[in-house]
C-alpha cells in the first residue's frame, strides 16, 4: 500500500530488525511532507529497505509498527489481529461462563501497539494509546462485533484519559456501537459491577486475577486489609477463601460504593466485611499491631513517568514500612507495583528498605507479575509492569 514513507538515519533499524515494534524520533532522517499524526506509514531504511508499517506520532515515540512487512491496515487486517488475540485467550480458556472479564488486547503484547481492549461479557471497552488507534477506533469496532466464536455486542470508547494531551483529539467516551446493558462481569465465579462509564481505566482491574486467586488460598482465618482496594477485587476472594474479617480501604468515596455494591452481589448480609474511604497512609497509621495477618498493597502507579522514578522509590518504601510495622507475627503482605517506570529490582529494592528500615524478619514467598492475558512480546520487554511480592513477616 501506498503510505508515506518515513526514512530512518543510518543505521538505525538495529532494533527494529530484532522487532522492537517503537522508531524513537531520534532516529528519523526524513518525514514527508504534510504528516499528520496518527497517519499509517512505511518505515525505510537510509538505503531503502522496507521495514514495516506503523501509525506516526509526535513525541519521543515516533512511530509504532503495526508489522513487519508490507501490509494493508484496514478492517482485514484489524480483524486478523483480534482473532488472534480471542484465539489465545480461548487457549487460556479465560471466556467461560463463571468468567466473563479479560483483557483481549494488550497493545504491543497483541501486536497492536496503542490499543487496550477489554472484555466484560457481551460489552468490549476500547482505549486508544496513540492517535493512529484513536482514528482507527470505527474499524476497530467493526471487526470486534464480526469476531466469530465470540458475541460482542457493545463497544465502549474510553480514551479521554489515555490519549497525548497535545494531539488535542478530544475523543468523546462514548458507545461505538450498541448501548449499555447488564455492567455485571463475573471473574472465577464472583460477580462484579463494573462501571465503564465512570470507573478507572476501563472499569475494572483485570490484570490482578491470578494474585487475587492466590490470596484466596491464604486467607483462612486470616484478619485481612485490603489497601487500595477499589471495586474491591482482592477482598471477595478472601471473604471466599474463609478469611476471618475483611476490610477494603480506598480514598475514594465512588469506589467504597462500588465495593459495598459487590459485596452485596456475592456475599448479601455477610458482616464479615467492611469498608473505609480513607487514605492509606493515613488508614495504616491508625491501626494497631495485631489487627491484620494478611495486607494487601496495591497502589495506583507511583511513577507514570521515568523523571518520577526517585519519589516513585520513596512511596514504595514508606508504604511498605508501615504495613510491616503493624502487620501480626506471621502475617503476609500481599504488595505490588503497577509502574512501568519501576522494574522488578527497584521494587524489590525498595521493600527490601522498607523491611530493614523496621528490622522485621521477612522471607519472599511468591514473585508475582501480571497475567497471561497481559503477555509480554519477547521483543518488547517494556510490556513488563505488574510486579508484586508476597511475604512472610514473622
Ligand atoms: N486493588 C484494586 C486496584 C487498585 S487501583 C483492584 O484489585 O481492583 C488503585 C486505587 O488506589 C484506586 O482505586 C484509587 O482510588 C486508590 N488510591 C489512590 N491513592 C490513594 C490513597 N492515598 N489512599 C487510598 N487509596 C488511594
Known amino acids: 500500500m501506498s503510505y508515506p514513507n518515513i526514512i530512518l538515519r543510518r543505521g538505525k533499524e538495529e532494533s527494529l530488525d530484532r522487532f522492537h515494534p517503537w522508531v524513537f524520533s531520534g532516529a528519523i532522517y526524513s518525514l514527508p511532507e504534510n504528516l499528520e499524526e496518527g497517519d499509517i506509514v512505511n518505515v525505510i531504511t537510509h538505503d531503502g529497505r522496507h521495514i514495516g508499517v506503523g501509525h506516526y506520532q509526535i513525541g519521543s515515540i515516533a512511530v509504532r509498527l503495526l508489522h513487519f512487512g508490507e501490509t494493508t491496515i484496514n478492517e482485514q487486517f484489524f480483524n486478523d489481529r483480534l482473532t488472534q488475540a480471542l484465539k489465545l485467550r480461548k487457549a487460556l480458556n479465560l471466556d467461560r461462563d463463571d468468567n466473563t472479564a479479560y483483557r483481549l488486547v494488550h497493545g504491543e503484547g497483541d501486536f497492536l501497539p496503542g490499543l487496550i481492549v477489554d472484555i466484560y461479557g457481551n460489552t468490549a471497552v476500547v482505549q486508544a494509546h496513540s492517535p493512529g488507534m484513536h482514528f482507527a477506533r470505527e474499524t476497530i469496532a467493526n471487526a470486534l462485533v464480526k469476531l466469530s466464536d465470540i458475541e460482542i455486542k457493545n463497544v465502549y470508547y474510553k480514551s479521554e484519559t489515555t490519549l497525548p494531551y497535545k494531539a488535542q483529539l478530544d475523543p468523546q467516551n462514548q458507545y461505538l456501537i450498541g448501548g449499555f446493558e447488564t455492567n455485571i462481569a463475573i471473574e472465577n465465579g464472583l460477580k462484579f459491577h463494573v462501571d465503564w462509564l465512570k470507573g478507572q481505566k476501563t472499569g475494572f482491574f483485570v490484570d490482578q486475577r491470578d494474585n487475587r486467586s492466590l490470596l484466596e488460598h491464604y486467607s483462612k482465618g486470616r484478619k485481612v486489609l485490603n489497601m487500595f482496594c477499589y471495586t474491591g477485587g482482592f477482598s471477595f476472594y478472601a471473604m471466599r477463601g474463609g ?110 528498605s522498607a523491611a530493614a528500615q523496621t528490622g522485621r524478619k521477612v522471607r519472599i514467598l511468591h514473585q508475582l507479575t501480571q497475567p497471561s492475558d497481559h503477555p509480554i512480546n519477547i521483543y518488547h520487554p517494556e510490556g513488563e509492569y505488574l510486579k508484586g511480592l508476597i511475604l512472610y513477616v514473622e
Do not use: M, W
Open 243 to 352: 478469611a476471618e474479617l475483611v476490610h477494603s480501604v480506598d480514598s475514594s468515596a465512588k469506589a467504597i460504593t462500588l465495593t459495598n455494591a459487590n459485596v452485596e452481589l456475592n456475599f448479601p448480609g455477610d458482616n464479615r466485611h467492611q469498608a473505609f474511604a480513607q487514605d492509606a497512609f493515613k488508614f495504616l497509621d491508625g491501626i494497631g499491631n495485631n489487627d491484620y495477618d494478611l495486607i494487601i498493597l496495591d497502589p495506583p502507579a507511583f511513577a507514570k513517568h521515568r523523571s518520577a522514578l526517585k519519589n516513585a522509590l520513596r512511596g514504595y518504601q514508606r508504604l511498605n514500612a508501615k504495613a510491616f510495622e503493624k502487620i501480626s507475627s506471621g502475617g503476609l503482605l500481599f504488595t505490588f507495583s503497577c509502574s512501568q517506570a519501576v522494574n522488578k529490582d527497584q521494587f524489590r529494592l525498595a521493600v527490601f
